[in-house]
């Protein structure tokens, strides 16, 4: 399974990287990771046109998209990506500038958000 990672670079600028979470064969449940620690799970809703400009994830943390509209997220290096309804970002980017946000398809977009012990 891959999953979008946001990190900061030695330059203090955020990267994108795509991570590969492995999966275990469980048999007849499928396939599973490995357990992560996490700390809490937040349910968020954002509106049709947000436009969050540069900032820093508050904490490392996956954001699990669920429905509605998708996002775009800008880096440092002017690189974009758009994310969208079964989607999962790693969110590492604590420290140096940031990443910007912005809604993209005119409607509320509903997430997960997971902060990582």
Known sequence: MN???IYTGDDGESHFENVAIELLDRGAIGAISKP???KAILFRQTERDYDYQWHNAP???FVIMLSGGGVEIE???????RLFAGDVLLAEDTTGRGHISRAIDDEPRISIF???A
Do not use: C, K
Not at 75 to 81: A, I, K, L
């Open 75 to 81: 880096v440092g290096d002017g690189t974009t990506r």
């Open 59 to 61: 904490q490392r943390q």
């Open 114 to 116: 997971v902060p990582l």
């Open 36 to 38: 992560l620690d996490a």
């Open 3 to 5: 999953v979008t990672r």
